[in-house]
């Protein structure tokens, strides 16, 4: 069975700093997709990131960064220089290669708070 | 550009009633899903459907049923509500095609069984 892990239930930064949140996954598959989707207070789900599981280069998106390590079974988000607009709750969501990307696994999410 | 249309945004029941929310895409796309959102956690797939006229379990069906007559179309019904149903529900949609896509989705109808 799949499962993905995102420890950190809740976190509180102040504006500019930087922010790193954690997602950790399990699967027997040994090819697979992860996922990143935020959802600001408004409750809408926004995609961010696919990473296939063959394709451990990092990627920037602007103030977005993404490190998937595949050793530790990781795909850890990084937010720099961070804004109140990034609040909103995060989830990392895991899928297997040859279904769709909708029937995924989800993390409980991780809620990002960014203070003035 | 309307994406995955959602229908009702909120609703009120009260247990044992029965309703059916309503997805819309206009993206023609092949795969429809329905999940549900709890406080504090992530989303669990409830029924899904790979193409019109079928439909498929996800890890939470019981006490709910689908249907998709239309391609464009995903039904989510509920025979007889209860309070454990109060939750957010949420109707995505993505591609058929040889590599993985994101999932698309709606904009999540607010349920509440009392």
């Known amino acids: 069975a799949q499962k993905v892990t995102q420890a950190q239930t809740e976190i509180s930064v102040v504006e500019k700093e930087d922010v790193t949140l954690d997602c950790v996954y399990e699967t027997r598959d040994t090819t697979y997709y992860l996922f990143w989707y935020k959802q600001p207070p408004s409750g809408e789900l926004v995609f961010l990131i696919r990473?296939?599981?063959?394709?451990?280069q990092n990627e920037i998106s602007g103030r977005y960064s993404w490190n998937f390590q595949k050793s530790t079974s990781s795909f850890n988000f990084t937010i720099t220089a961070s804004q109140v607009v990034d609040s909103a709750v995060y989830f990392c969501a895991l899928s297997e290669m040859g279904t769709n990307a909708g029937k995924s696994t989800f993390g409980d999410g991780t809620t990002l708070t960014v203070k003035p | 550009n309307a994406g995955v249309t959602q229908t009702p945004k909120f609703r009120v029941l009260k247990t044992g009633q029965s309703m059916t929310l309503l997805c819309a895409q206009d993206m023609n796309h092949e795969y429809m899903y329905w999940y549900r959102q709890d406080p504090g956690m992530g989303l669990r797939l409830i029924h899904y459907s790979v193409g019109e006229g079928t439909t498929a379990k996800g890890e939470v069906p019981d006490g709910y049923n689908v249907s998709r007559l239309k391609k464009q179309n995903f039904l989510l019904g509920l025979e007889s509500a209860a309070p454990s149903q109060t939750s957010v529900y949420f109707c995505a949609s993505s591609r058929q095609t040889g590599t993985n896509t994101e999932a698309f989705f709606g904009q999540g109808t607010r349920l509440t069984v009392v």
């Open positions: 990473r296939n599981s063959f394709d451990e």
